[in-house]
């Protein structure tokens, strides 16, 4: 039987993360493995090996139970077999490539659960799947795919579309992102965002990689950085080494469900002139000779 990865490992999370922690590395591990997107021979695998993961760590009981007894705290007979629903008297079924539970009593057997920031397990299997879930009796809206600028994703705008001759008004929601779902009465619009060739996105935080020149990096000074606001000047720290990173509260994308804003950070590269002057030679040789 091959050896079960660490749960912390599998999610790329420390074992002292927070719960909030857990479930952004959670989500953003199952669609980078959701077999759908990742056509890798392991990626349904480690979709699976994702999903038991955050079964594990988003449950406070069980967190608790693995941080003491590991894998060993869910083998048979340990107290704590059982998928995420666990202890609500359902009856276990297999169909296809799904496990699922059957339930005969009453109430919601999802109460008290966490899914990730998803509401329940059917708006997983519709965020993953691409359609409504298997468990829902109620007839599939047709979606369709609108791809849309970097920045228009960032700051919101309308885009007026055909479909099925008819014209459409779409409102895109600040801080709209891949995958994000506008749902209307006969259809739902899914956004695919185009890749933007300064910035890079992680949820509602920016990332962007930004040249300053040696002079700068070495005796410190100002310089302008791109945001999705446009540019704004920073400081630069004396003998600030290549790869530092700067943290700018409040300029990433716009939080879609939760408000607010998430953070640029602005990784500094440092210039080094490829071709130097005789003169700028001899006064590097100078200055070098001062360090020895």
Known sequence: ????????????????????????????????????????????????EVNEAYEVLSNPKK??????FGHQAFEQGAGFAGGPFAGFGGQT??????????????????????FGGFSDPFEI??????????????????????????????KGAEK???????????????????????????????????????????GADIFVNH????PIAALGGDTKAPTVDGEITIKIRPGTKPGTM???????APALHHGGRGDEYVRLLVNVPESLTHEQKDLLRKFQETLE
Not at 36 to 43: G, M, Q, S, V, W
Not at 93 to 114: K, L, N
Not at 246 to 252: C, D, S, T, V, W
């Open 63 to 68: 967190k608790e139970a693995y941080d003491r």
């Open 93 to 114: 079924q297999r169909s296809g490539p799904f496990t699922y539970t059957y339930y005969s009593t009453g109430g919601s057997p999802f109460e008290g659960v966490d």
């Open 1 to 48: 039987m091959p050896t079960k990865r660490d749960y912390y490992d599998v999610l790329g999370v420390s074992s002292n993360a927070h719960a909030e922690e857990i479930k952004k590395a959670y989500r953003r591990k199952a669609l980078e493995y959701h077999p759908d997107r990742n056509k890798a021979k392991d990626a349904e695998e480690r979709f699976k």
């Open 125 to 154: 299997f519709e965020s993953f799947f691409g359609g409504a879930s298997p468990f829902r009796q109620e007839p599939q809206k047709p979606r369709y795919s609108l791809t849309i600028d970097f920045m228009d994703a960032i």
């Open 211 to 214: 040249a300053i020149p040696f």
């Open 246 to 252: 700067i943290r700018l509260r409040g300029k990433g």
């Open 160 to 202: 007026i579309v055909r479909i099925d001759g008819k014209e459409h008004r779409i409102k895109i929601p600040p801080g709209a992102d891949d995958g994000t779902r506008i749902r209307f009465k006969d259809f739902d619009v899914t956004f695919d965002v185009r890749p933007h060739p300064t910035f890079r996105r992680d």
